[in-house]
């Protein structure tokens, strides 16, 4: 594929992106105050949407990065999910997660016997949670909105919510997945600019080559992008350790 085909791929992500945003705000916010009433969870503690096993990485926004990094940075890594590689070897990723323990079901690094060390000061994808309003494949690959994670999988349902409490979850919900897809265009924005003036393409030859060299336990380079730019660090997959700034 050509450097200009490869970068054509940011650029379609980017307005994939920006039409899922358009698409996520004209949603009818009615609907989604229905569906959360209509479901009616609530938490029973059982502690397993705070594992990868069964809700994969915590995404954090940047504000929420940054107090996690100051406060506890061993806690904070980059989202396990490599975006783009370019001719050099460099995987780049949209932000941050928090890191897990290394216990058999990989629970947040807060988790700390079924209880969240850090309940007052959760993240945001922890406090709607497990509503959301984004777009995903189901088991047959068809595309749709999806509202709840984990349905009938976890807590109990049918629990009375009323009207105005739903509503004031909805408005969340939104305002969230709002700032995630502003937060994805940003980093698709800035790793195209960032390629244009360094002379850099993704390449998915080298993408794989990476994947493989990490599989043996080799290190390799991560840019993450956080606050407008990229900070730099270093994964073998099993250790991830932050170098600095670009
Ligand atoms: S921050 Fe707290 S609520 Fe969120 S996943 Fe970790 S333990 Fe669970």
């Given amino acids: 594929m050509s450097p200009a085909l490869q970068n054509d791929l940011l650029t379609r992500r980017l307005r994939e992106r920006e039409r899922e ?14 569906i959360i009433m209509d479901v009616g969870f609530s ?11 069964f809700n994969g990485h915590v995404l954090l926004l940047d504000d929420e990065a940054a107090w996690i990094a100051d406060w506890d940075p061993a806690a904070l890594e980059p989202v396990p999910v490599f975006d783009f590689c370019d001719q ?5 990723v949209s932000g941050y997660t928090i890191r ?3 216990d058999r079901d990989g629970s947040c690094w807060f988790l700390d016997r079924e209880r969240c060390r850090v309940y007052e000061f959760r993240p945001r994808v922890c406090r709607i949670y497990p509503y959301m ?3 995903e494949p189901d088991e047959s690959g068809i595309v749709d909105w ?13 629990g009375e919510i009323s009207r105005d409490n739903a509503t004031l979850i909805a408005r969340d919900v939104i305002a969230f997945e709002k700032a995630v897809l502003e937060h994805e265009i940003a980093f698709l924005e800035y790793t195209r600019s960032f390629f244009a003036r360094k002379g850099l393409r993704h390449v998915r ?3 794989d080559t990476q994947i493989r060299r990490l599989a043996q336990g080799i290190s390799v380079p991560v840019r993450v992008y956080s606050h407008g730019t990229f900070d730099q660090w270093v994964t073998d997959g099993k250790v991830t350790r932050r170098m600095g700034v670009k």
Avoid at 27 to 33: G, I, K, R, S
Avoid at 44 to 50: E, K, N, P, S, V
Avoid at 88 to 92: Q, R
Avoid at 146 to 158: A, D, T
């Fill in 100 to 102: 897990t323990l290394q």
């Fill in 21 to 34: 945003k358009e698409a996520l705000l004209k949603f009818p916010m009615e609907e989604l105050v229905d």
């Fill in 43 to 53: 938490c029973d503690l059982c502690a397993r949407c705070c594992t990868r096993a």
């Fill in 146 to 158: 999806r509202q709840i994670s984990g349905l009938n999988q976890h807590g109990q349902y049918h």
């Fill in 133 to 135: 309003l984004h777009r």
């Fill in 88 to 92: 050099e070897g460099t995987f780049y």
């Fill in 205 to 207: 030859k080298m993408y």
